[in-house]
T-cell receptor
Framework: AQSVTQPDIHITVSEGASLELRCNYS??????LFWYVQSPGQGLQLLLK??????LVQGIKGFEAEFKRSQSSFNLRKPSVHWSDAAEYFC??????????FGKGTRLSVIA | GAGVSQTPSNKVTEKGKYVELRCDPI?????LYWYRQSLGQGPEFLIY????????DSGLPNDRFFAVRPEGSVSTLKIQRTERGDSAVYLC???????????FGPGTRLTVL
């Protein structure tokens, strides 16, 4: 069965510091991979997605993610975090014929 | 253009009552999904429509849950005899086709007292 693991429940970083959020997946076929962000009281906003091709994917708001098949990982990175990045981040996996399976999320706090 | 909209944004009901939650997808999107997000969890799939038909309803927890999409656009999630465990945020998403990126609405927060 498909599954997504986000090992970090909560991460706190200083504004301007770099960020990496971890995501590991279990999937039988070539996966489609997504990162979504959810601010309090808001719906999920797509940050970036990987379907195929270049394993380093650029997204909105300065985020990027790298697909590593050998490690079954799709970690999200940002070189310099802004206070407005504080939110809940969800990694998700799917394929051409299955609904998305989400991780439990990582809550990001940003301190001055 | 307009995104996915969901009404109501909040719904408080009593145990045993019937509720309906509405989702308006992005215009032209043929695929529509319902997810449920409990506190501290990621969204969990409930049901998926391709056009008017439910292509996959394997995520519905039991027969108290039912969803329709009669004209291939707006969808309604219906919950009968609500239980306190049904309290969650119900999210709707739509996509151009099944394999395409899903765009989410703001959700309906359901509270069953």
């Amino acid at each position: 069965a498909q599954s997504v693991t986000q090992p970090d429940i909560h991460i706190t970083v200083s504004e301007g510091a770099s960020l990496e959020l971890r995501c590991n997946y279990s999937y039988g076929a070539t996966p489609y991979l997504f990162w979504y962000v959810q601010s309090p009281g808001q719906g999920l906003q797509l940050l970036l997605k990987y379907f195929s091709g270049d394993t380093l994917v650029q997204g909105i708001k300065g985020f990027e993610a790298e697909f590593k098949r050998s490690q079954s990982s799709f970690n999200l990175r940002k070189p310099s975090v802004h206070w407005s990045d504080a939110a809940e981040y969800f990694c998700a996996v799917g394929a051409g014929n299955t609904p998305l399976v989400f991780g439990k999320g990582t809550r990001l706090s940003v301190i001055a | 253009g307009a995104g996915v909209s969901q009404t109501p944004s909040n719904k408080v009901t009593e145990k045993g009552k019937y509720v309906e939650l509405r989702c308006d997808p992005i215009s032209g999107h043929t695929a529509l999904y319902w997810y449920r997000q409990s506190l501290g969890q990621g969204p969990e799939f409930l049901i998926y429509f391709q056009g008017t038909g439910a292509a996959d309803d394997s995520g519905l927890p039991n027969d108290r849950f039912f969803a329709v999409r009669p004209e291939g656009s707006v969808s309604t999630l219906k919950i009968q005899r609500t239980e306190r465990g049904d309290s969650a945020v119900y999210l709707c998403a739509s996509s151009l086709d099944f394999a395409d990126t899903q765009y989410f609405g703001p959700g309906t927060r359901l509270t069953v007292l």
